[in-house]
């Protein structure tokens, strides 16, 4: 007998109860388990909104600014000081250039002062002037019936029209004037060796103090640059943030809209404000469109609220009230019906439904469900074997709702 022959027979009988083996060990007996987390059908508002995030920006804020170069000899103020405008915000002892500046800046605000006073007094003597020219032309042109055609009445009335506009535009002349001196004014104070507030408001972010030395490369002859000192912030003003909407967000984002705003500054506290304007210009970079949005703040009390701080906004695009609604995990497709399963004595039961607006804790069911049903909004397998169990979900989670444990098998 050649044993050979037999030898592949006898590999597939020992492969075949090996196999036979595993599977008394790990399947045979096995038990599955169906549970089905569930939750009830509710009626409230669903409420939609749109999540972004973005910084808080100066808002109102006016900066404490100067172009003089020196050193600070006196700061009369401190940070959340409330200070009036005009108010001595610091005292600088200016270098030379700076000196020299500022007696020219000087000079150049006594010119336009002059200037304006000129234009008042001259606006005098052209009303004057246009009164004595209509007065000609009434009596003589007018008086003696003369053709409009008469050389002498065309040469009257032209120089009292002539007179009318002199005596007209000199009101620019005097407001011009007044523009000149004002800036010319606003000039001489970033000179100036004393520092004042430009409004009435809390100080803050004061950047100096007594010795700062305060100096920039970038003023020359012809050139100033201005530094920023500090902030006014305006009493009772209002902070505002910027967020960026995506092109979807965007179409739903109106002024007006009331937000929440969570900030990491302020773990314990939510802040509630409104959109204030929406740019739909939009703005592209590397290919994507956004569109920048301000957000401005509800009246709060905090001083401590800095520009650039981060913020998580809520925008609240939509409430629709007294609606019934499900989890979106409750909802599944079969033949292209929207069906949830109702939960009766133990079974999950299809039940189809008509589904309408898709909300942050929801979906708006308007038929085939009432207040208060059963539902499953999830399901999980566990399998049990003599070494092993195995737990497979839905691949949902539960979102929203009053939830449960019912187990079927």
């Known amino acids: 007998m050649n044993f050979k022959k037999f030898l592949p027979r006898i590999y597939i009988i020992l492969f075949?109860?090996?196999?036979?083996?595993?599977?008394?060990?790990?399947?045979?007996?096995?038990?599955?388990?169906v549970t089905y987390k569930t939750g009830l059908v509710e009626k409230g508002d669903l409420i939609s909104s749109v999540s972004v995030s973005g910084t808080v920006t100066s808002g109102n804020n006016l900066s404490i600014t100067t172009s003089a170069t020196g050193t600070v000899s006196n700061v009369f103020v401190k940070n959340g000081d409330l200070v009036k405008k005009g108010q001595k915000i610091a005292q600088i002892t200016v270098d030379q250039d700076s000196l020299q500046k500022q007696t020219s800046a000087w000079a150049s605000y006594l010119a336009a002062k002059n200037s304006l006073e000129s234009a008042k007094n001259k606006i005098n003597?052209?009303?004057?002037?246009?009164?004595?020219?209509?007065?000609?032309?009434?009596?003589?042109?007018?008086?003696?019936?003369?053709?409009?055609?008469?050389?002498?009445?065309?040469?009257?009335?032209?120089?009292?029209?002539?007179?009318?506009?002199?005596?007209?535009?000199?009101?620019?002349?005097?407001?011009?004037?007044?523009?000149?001196?004002?800036?010319s004014y606003y000039s001489y104070q970033q000179f100036s060796s004393t520092i004042i507030s430009p409004?009435?408001?809390?100080?803050?972010?004061?950047?100096?103090?007594?010795?700062?030395?305060?100096?920039?490369?970038?003023?020359?002859?012809?050139?100033?640059?201005?530094?920023?000192?500090?902030?006014?912030k305006p009493k009772n003003d209002t902070v505002q943030a910027q967020v960026t909407l995506s092109e979807i967000d965007a179409t739903k984002v109106n002024a007006g809209q009331?937000?929440?705003?969570?900030?990491?500054?302020?773990?314990?506290?939510?802040?509630?404000?409104?959109v204030l304007i929406v740019d739909t210009n939009g703005?592209?970079?590397?290919?994507?469109?956004?569109?920048p949005a301000t957000i401005q703040f509800d009246k709060i009390e905090l001083n401590t609220i800095y520009p650039n701080m981060g913020v998580n906004v809520k925008i609240i695009t939509d409430i629709k009230s007294n609606c019934l609604f499900v989890p979106a995990t409750a909802i599944s497709n079969l033949n292209g019906q929207k069906i949830v399963k109702l939960y009766n004595s133990g079974k999950p039961i299809d039940k189809e439904v008509e589904i309408g607006q898709t909300g942050d804790s929801g979906v708006e069911i308007l038929s085939g469900l009432n207040e208060g049903d059963v539902i499953v909004t999830s399901t999980s397998t566990i399998t049990k074997t003599n070494s092993t169990q195995t737990n497979t979900s839905s691949p949902f989670s539960n979102i929203g709702g009053r939830t449960g444990g019912m187990t079927g098998r």
């Open 125 to 183: 003597s052209l009303q004057s002037t246009a009164f004595k020219v209509n007065q000609a032309f009434i009596n003589d042109a007018v008086a003696r019936n003369l053709d409009v055609t008469d050389p002498t009445y065309i040469q009257q009335h032209a120089d009292w029209l002539q007179a009318e506009n002199d005596y007209k535009n000199q009101s620019n002349v005097i407001a011009q004037s007044q523009v000149s001196l004002t800036s």
């Open 199 to 232: 409004a009435d408001g809390l100080v803050s972010n004061l950047s100096i103090a007594e010795g700062t030395l305060i100096s920039s490369s970038g003023n020359t002859s012809s050139t100033t640059t201005t530094q920023k000192l500090g902030t006014i």
């Open 16 to 33: 075949v109860f090996v196999l036979y083996f595993i599977y008394a060990q790990y399947f045979k007996g096995s038990d599955s388990t």
């Open 258 to 274: 009331t937000v929440t705003i969570a900030m990491d500054a302020f773990p314990d506290k939510t802040f509630t404000g409104k």
């Open 283 to 291: 703005q592209v970079s590397s290919g994507v469109t956004s569109y």
